[in-house]
């Protein structure tokens, strides 16, 4: 268990419809990384927050939109969603930036859009 | 844009042989490399990463070697478990970005 909590597991939405993916961070973490993960773009890197602030962007799509709120927890909203956008979603967290060695990485959301 | 490319998608290995797994990278900017496993079912784990100022670094059974010349990065495993059994990622991280190379599934064979 790294710590990382996301919710839900598992999502089964269909296609134009938005939902929003939660990712509770380690204690302590004060930043939170968004990763997408599927099987014909691998894992991608989506964007990342530093204490309630965007740190830094992927190839994070305009539907797509997130924040990490005071109490650190961050929602990745996706809308108008497509087939494309099925996928695992990954939350990680880490206390400082700069450093994978102190990411740790959520069990993922499992989107499919139908 | 930025590119990570595996030069294998899968590789099995004996139990207690040494297993090896390369990467490409595309970006000369990039100065900071970073080694993932990820079990069925899970999210990836950090194993080891390198600074661009080193060309090795070990850590508890792996290795990884980084040749800046070819733009080339390698895992290396020691005595290879079957809990070592996963798909294994290679990322580069210029700036602040974070890019992954596709994967190499790595299969121990009892």
């Known amino acids: 268990d790294s710590g990382v909590t996301q919710t839900p597991k598992h999502l089964i939405t269909a296609t134009g419809q938005r939902v929003t993916l939660r990712c509770s961070p380690r204690?302590?973490?004060?930043?939170v990384y968004w990763y997408q993960q599927s099987l014909d773009q691998g894992l991608q890197f989506l964007i990342q927050?530093?204490?309630?602030?965007?740190?830094a962007k992927g190839n994070i799509l305009e539907r797509f939109s997130a924040q990490q709120f005071p109490d650190l927890h961050s929602e990745l909203n996706l809308s108008s969603l497509e087939l494309g956008d099925s996928a695992l979603y990954f939350c990680?967290?880490?206390?400082?930036?700069?450093?994978?060695?102190?990411?740790?990485f959520g069990p993922g959301t499992r989107l499919t859009v139908t | 844009g930025e590119s990570v490319g595996l030069h294998l998608p899968t590789l099995s290995v004996q139990e207690g042989d040494n297993s090896i797994i390369n990467c490409a990278y595309s970006n000369s900017a990039s100065d900071y490399f970073i080694w993932y496993k990820q079990e069925s079912g899970k999210g990836p784990q950090f194993i080891i990463d390198i600074r661009s100022n080193m060309d090795k670094r070990q850590g508890q059974r792996v290795t990884v070697l980084l040749n800046k010349t070819v733009k080339h990065l390698s895992l290396q495993i020691a005595a290879t478990q079957p809990g070592d059994s996963a798909v294994y990622f290679c990322?580069?991280?210029?700036?602040?970005?974070?890019?992954f190379g596709t994967g190499t599934s790595l299969t121990v064979i009892p």
């Open positions: 990680a967290s880490s206390a400082r930036v700069g450093r994978a060695d102190e990411q740790y």
């Open positions: 927050y530093y204490n309630g602030e965007e740190r």
């Open positions: 204690s302590g973490d004060l930043s």
């Open positions: 990322a580069e991280n210029p700036g602040n970005q974070f890019y």
